[in-house]
């Protein structure tokens, strides 16, 4: 479904992401993982065009995409999610899904400021479509609360909805379950394990092993910018390569 | 409690009714109006012009007041600021006229003095517009309930060319100050000396306003080898501008336009000493017009504001003195359009009672004659009125009477101002 | 979903119905004065906001897009153009500098677009006084005629010659961009401006245009600020260099703020505030503005967010202590 | 030839002044992300102050340049705690009114306290010096020298002391320096000491050739400003550098562009610079 061929980036002499291949087949939820500086995010950013990737191709279901402007590629169908939980915090609940269902609606300036029988469609469609996905995600009942109003765990499912609810072909999510406790994670775990079961594709970065081998089907592992690894989470778990590079650490944790 | 509130109330009553029937008229206060700049660029030109309408309220004041049909009026100024800001000057004018009552009101610069009259001539909110204003664009608007104060610029224009011909310079190089006051002089400058068959070697014009280091256009103005430089805007850097000549070594002459006054950069910006200010024409020092009344007034002013006595300030107390008399003659205090018909009627004025006194009116425009002043060999050597409006040899003779003596008066009419 | 309280919406109502009445209850002409400008400066504050406050772009080259405004209509009227062709074409003048300028300014942020936005302020400023043959130099252009009568059947016509008829066209203007402007800002249009001042690069992620979005919200806020230019040229009768100048952009500034920045009423309650704040100042004579930069300064650290945006936030407040409230006992509870 | 060297010299004359405002204000700018758009009427008040000093008291003109610069020292130190402080935590434009603000009151203030006219302080060296047929006054030589002296002093000062080095440390990463113990508070303080002495060095150095006036300052401000935001914020290169090019191109241009619109040409450069880099030329690269 999404292919990437050959990444490569280089910060000033640096290379971050170097010759990187691998391809997100639809309806699998994939893990990307690796020590920390591995390159999980700059892969993320490249994708979703956040940076310019300085050779490579990527590809969604064989439409060239390497280069678009980010908000070119949520529009093919990719969402994100952001390591630190990014939200519009100065809104409501309401407001910031509304927001990310904006694009999928024809609701510019000129149908705004008429209020044409199209926009009041669109309107309406917007509402309901998020009102939808606040169900989803177990917050229906704050839709009109402030962002700071929302505990943590609230604010990553948030975050979640605010990619989810533009109904992506494929959603990237970076680190969803980041400093939250167990009883918390488990529960944003089975959320994204709903997500796939209504047809988005899922590929996530993460630290949590535990969480990783339950939830995914299939794992790349990256180090230093480069795989070393792809396969299903047993497959991983015993290649060489992945455990050197994790010292024998955490892997078997 | 209440009984002292009610015993002090009848008490003030009874005063007042008292020195009712001891006046044996009613005394009362007109308010003058002003608005003009009183802080920011330009404060103090506005101040100058204020300063001016202060004396003389204060003087009609000492002299107790006006009488019209057995009723004492005596008068107070209000002053507020503008920053020559349209909006501020309009509220300004709306608050003098509804709150003050005011009726003539004053304003110093053509940016708000067009918008005033705008609205000078509404209805219910009339009022007779006082422009301290020199640029002949005030005659393109077409308002009965104006007069404006100073001569044209034009006035000055052709009297200084006069004197600089005369004295054998005949290559100018132009430095004058950017703004509406500085475009229109330089243009008709230019325009009256190439007439004359003289020739303009550079106009390098520069920001008075905002600059203060004029080396720049002076290094190439006097590359062109000048025999005298046009230069000026506000006095004081236009006393730098001459100073930074004179340091770059040149010896020629100066013709300082109209808003430059000569005394004030002498006494300001030299601390007295004139002997940079060789060879400088412009408007005359306050104290070349050599009657009693100018030298009473300077005295007076200076100990009064501690600062330089301008003609901004003399034109502005004499042509309150107008104000005064019209209303007198026109019989009231409240109605604009019969004090301005009765302005001709009051003049002229006469060189006793007020340091520049104005000979007539045409139309809007008060007739005063454009005073200028030659600086030579260390000291104020030269000065003349120049009479701008006479339009025949009789006309001339007729006015010179009654112009100020003891300074040699010239005839320069000036076209489209002219009248018998 | 975008719905006021009850008690908001009356109280709107009253202040509507407060507006239309006011000539005949204002005290003189005096109040009348301030009360018009003050509507003039409202609208074209309104503008600013939705720049600066909704889409967190400070902007400092208001005051020349007003200026472009005025001497639009300056121009235009005084070529016998009608004041009401005159005016949509200027305020359409306006917004289409406001294009041209935001393509390359709005690649800049913060700091940066500020300084460029100030330093095109400048630029107009300058041309406005020095382009001779267009816009009269420092002189300016006065004598402008005022707005043509329109007929009105039945009732005879509607003048423009007193401060009644300049009052009602600043105010409808000002009814019909209030209204504009809730519309925009009320609706899922509107919050990808908000979008783009509270988050940019998660609004950039989730498909929203950032740069369009700053664009519209600089072009559309220009072209509010041309109408206004407008009205002030038509009701002054005379515009120079002034109307264009930075000193105009930092009192649209200075009302946005103190007003309270994204809110609608903010701008509106700041450009009535502070001049009549000012008018009262003027006893103060030499000391007015020294006091008044000693108010600025203090209010802005004591109401960061304005007269209207402290009142908000209180309610905010108050509004997010009663949810954590319930959604404690929620949890105690369950 | 002639006429190309005196522009030359009195384009460096002025672009000395015109860095070491711009000097003070980048510091204050990309140290403390404060927009003070007032510094360029402390530069004014240095002026006045030295006026008060040097020509009021009669102390002399040296004793009244100390002077007036820790006075400004000191209203820098006030500023900085009374008025930007309190809105550290608040948008920069929220601090950008603050200036606002502190611009009016400073300029009425000095329209109260010394009216409105211009006041001259009595040029100690009127000499002038002859050069390759170019005429230099000893003053005009004196802003190039202490100029340099200045931006010399000032560059020995953040490299070689303490105090410097936290300054530096405070610019690069407040939250980091603050963990290391430094008092930010106190360096902010200090930052804005230097950054108004600065402007009353300026000041002192310049305001002997011309005269000193409420508003000299306003135009200076917003071209330190630009001059800032042109090199990058923060930037002492920048701003040094900047400095010297604007009052070059000032100086060589005002004899040959038309004087209306040369600040439009440099205004104009200012808007297509930041257009195709937005940082300014020397400004940090955006991540």
Not at chain 4, 151 to 177: D, S, Y
Request: proline content about 4%; overall charge neutral.
């Amino acid at each position: 479904m999404l292919r990437v061929e050959s990444l490569t980036k280089r910060f000033y002499g640096l290379v971050a992401v170097h010759e990187l291949s691998f391809d997100i087949k639809k309806g699998e939820i994939l893990a990307i993982i690796g020590p920390n500086g591995a390159g999980k995010s700059t892969v993320f950013n490249l994708i979703t065009g956040t940076l310019k990737p300085t050779s490579g191709r990527i590809y969604i279901e064989d439409q060239e995409i390497t280069g678009l402007r980010p908000y070119k590629v949520a529009s093919k169908g990719i969402s994100r999610t952001f390591q630190t939980t990014s939200l519009f915090d100065q809104l409501r609940v309401i407001d910031n899904l509304m927001i990310g269902y904006k694009w999928r609606t024809g609701l510019g300036f000129w149908n705004t400021l008429l209020h044409t029988p199209a926009w009041k469609a669109y309107q309406t469609e917007a509402y309901k479509r998020s009102m939808e996905t606040l169900d989803f995600l177990g917050l229906a009942d704050k839709s009109d609360y402030f962002v700071p109003a929302l505990s943590q765990e609230e604010q990553k499912r948030l975050a979640i909805g605010i990619a989810l609810v533009c109904k992506p072909r494929i959603l990237l999510l970076d680190e969803p379950t980041g400093g939250l406790i167990q009883e918390e994670t488990e529960r944003v775990t089975d959320l994204i394990r709903r997500v796939r079961d209504n047809g988005t594709t899922v590929c996530l970065i993460e630290h949590k092993m535990q969480m990783i081998m339950g939830l995914v089907d299939r794992i790349v592992v990256l180090n230093y910018g480069k795989k070393i690894a792809d396969g299903s989470p047993d497959e991983v778990k015993s290649d060489q390569a992945v455990i050197q590079a994790y010292l024998g650490g955490e892997v078997n944790a | 409690m209440k009984r002292l509130k009610k015993f002090s109330f009848s008490l003030v009553l009874g005063i007042l009714t008292l020195a009712f029937f001891c006046t044996g008229a009613w005394a009362e206060e007109v308010t003058i109006g002003f608005t003009g700049p009183l802080s920011g660029p330009g404060s103090g030109y506005g101040r100058d012009n204020a300063n001016g309408l202060e004396m003389a309220v204060k003087d009609i004041n000492k002299a107790g007041g006006i009488t019209i049909d057995g009723t004492n009026y005596t008068f107070n100024l209000k002053t507020y600021d503008d920053m020559i800001d349209p909006t501020a000057a309009v509220n300004n004018a709306r608050r003098l006229r509804a709150r003050d009552g005011a009726r003539v009101i004053f304003n110093p610069v053509f940016n708000t003095i067009a918008p005033l009259m705008e609205i000078n001539e509404q209805p219910g909110s009339k009022f007779l517009m006082m422009a301290y204003s020199s640029t002949p664009k005030i005659d393109e608007l077409d308002n009965e309930l104006t007069a404006s104060i100073p001569p044209p610029f034009t006035a000055y224009v052709r009297a200084f060319a006069d004197i600089a011909w005369e004295k054998g310079w005949r290559k100018c190089g132009m430095l004058v100050t950017l703004g509406a006051y500085g475009d229109e002089w330089r243009h008709a400058w230019k325009h009256h000396w190439e007439s004359l068959g003289g020739e303009i070697t550079a106009d390098k014009p520069a920001n008075y306003y905002t600059e203060t280091d004029y080396s720049a256009q002076l290094s190439a103005v006097l590359a062109t080898n000048p025999d005298f430089l046009l230069i000026g805007g506000p006095s004081e850097p236009t006393g730098l501008v001459i100073e930074q000549a004179r340091n770059l070594g040149f010896e020629g002459g100066f013709v300082l336009v109209d808003q430059a006054k000569m005394d004030y950069i002498a006494d300001v910006v030299f601390d007295g000493d004139l002997s940079l200010m060789n060879d400088v024409v412009g408007i005359a020092q306050v104290l070349d017009v050599p009657t009693p009344a100018v030298k009473d007034f300077n005295k007076r002013y200076e100990e009064k504001f501690g600062v330089h006595n301008t003609f901004e300030a003399m034109l502005n107390y004499s042509a309150l003195n107008i104000v005064f008399d019209a209303m007198k003659e026109a019989g009231t205090v409240t109605d604009p359009a019969a004090i301005k018909a009765a302005m001709p009627e009051v003049l002229p004025q006469s060189a006793e009672n007020v340091p520049t006194p104005y000979l007539g009116i045409l139309e809007t425009k008060l007739l005063v004659p454009a005073t200028t002043g030659v600086i030579k060999d260390g000291e104020y050597a030269e000065a003349y009125q120049y009479l701008w409006w006479p339009e025949d040899e009789d006309a001339f003779e007729k006015y010179k009477k009654m112009a100020p003596s003891g300074i040699e008066t010239r005839w320069l009419p000036l076209e489209g101002y002219t009248t018998d | 979903m975008f719905t006021k309280p009850i008690h908001t919406k009356l109280l709107y109502l009253v202040i509507l119905a407060a507006a239309l009445l006011l000539p005949w209850y204002v005290p003189d002409a005096y109040i009348f004065q301030i009360v018009t400008m003050s509507v003039i400066f409202a609208i074209s504050t309104s503008g600013m906001n939705l720049i600066l406050g909704y889409t967190g772009q400070v902007t400092l080259a208001h005051g020349a897009f007003f200026g472009i405004g005025a001497y639009g209509v300056a121009i235009m009227t005084k070529a016998g153009i009608s004041f009401w062709l005159a005016l949509p074409a200027s305020a359409l003048i306006s917004a289409f500098i406001g294009l041209l300028i935001g393509l390359p300014t709005l690649r800049t942020r913060g700091a940066y677009f500020a300084i460029v936005t100030l330093c095109f302020g400048v630029i107009v400023w300058i041309v406005s006084g020095n382009w001779i043959e267009l816009t009269g130099g420092h002189n300016g252009i006065f004598g402008i005629p005022r707005p043509s009568a329109i007929p009105v059947p039945f009732f005879g016509e509607i003048t423009f010659f007193t401060q009644t008829g300049m009052y009602y066209l600043s105010l409808a203007f000002l009814l019909i961009v209030l209204f504009a402007l809730h519309r925009l800002v009320y609706s899922v249009f509107g919050l990808t401006f908000m979008a783009v001042r509270n988050n940019e690069p998660l609004a950039d992620s989730v498909g929203i245009n950032t740069f369009t979005t700053k664009l519209v919200s600089f072009v559309a806020g220009n072209f509010i600020a041309g109408i206004a230019g407008g009205l002030y040229a038509a009701i002054i009768g005379a515009v120079s260099p002034t109307a264009a100048g930075y000193m105009m952009t930092f009192n649209f500034l200075i009302f946005v703020i103190l007003g309270g920045m994204a809110t609608l009423s903010g701008p509106v309650v700041g450009a009535f505030a502070i001049p009549i704040i000012m008018e009262f100042m003027q006893f103060l004579e030499d000391f007015r503005m020294l006091i008044f930069g000693a108010l600025l300064i203090l209010v802005i650290i004591y109401f960061p967010m304005g007269l209207v945006g402290g009142l908000r936030r209180l309610n905010e407040k108050v509004v997010a202590w009663r949810q954590r409230k319930t959604t404690e006992s929620g949890h105690a509870s369950s | 030839m002639e006429l190309f060297l005196q522009q030359l010299f009195n384009g460096i004359m002025f672009g000395s002044t015109y860095a070491i405002v711009a000097l003070g204000l980048t510091l204050v700018m990309g140290i403390l992300n404060i927009p003070n758009f007032a510094h360029g009427h402390l530069y004014m008040l240095g002026g006045y102050c030295l006026f008060f000093f040097a020509g009021t008291l009669g102390l002399g003109y040296w004793a009244g340049m100390v002077l007036s610069v820790a006075a400004l020292g000191l209203v820098g130190v006030l500023m900085e705690k009374f008025v930007y402080r309190p809105l550290n935590d608040q948008p920069h434009i929220n601090a950008f009114i603050a200036a606002v603000g502190s611009l009016l009151f400073l300029e009425s203030f000095a329209l109260v306290v010394w009216g409105p006219q211009g006041l001259r302080i009595p040029n100690p060296h009127p000499q002038a010096i002859e050069l390759l047929g170019i005429t230099m006054s000893v003053q005009r030589l004196l802003v190039i020298i202490g100029a340099i002296v200045l931006i010399a002093g000032l560059h020995l000062f953040m490299k070689k002391t303490i105090a410097g080095a936290t300054i530096e440390a405070v610019a690069q990463n407040r939250e980091g320096a603050m963990l290391t113990g430094i008092n930010v508070n106190r360096v902010s303080a200090m930052t804005f000491a230097i950054s108004t002495g600065t402007a009353a060095v300026a000041a002192s150095l310049i305001s002997p050739i011309f005269m000193l006036s409420p508003s000299m300052g306003a135009i200076l401000g917003m071209k330190a400003f630009v001059i800032v935001i042109l090199g990058g914020m923060g930037s002492v290169p920048g701003a040094i550098l900047g400095g010297y090019l604007l009052g070059l191109i000032e100086a060589l241009g005002g004899g040959y562009i038309s004087a209306a619109y040369k600040d439009v040409f440099a205004f104009a450069a200012l808007i297509l610079i930041l257009s195709i880099k937005p940082t300014g030329l020397f400004g940090k690269r955006e991540v």
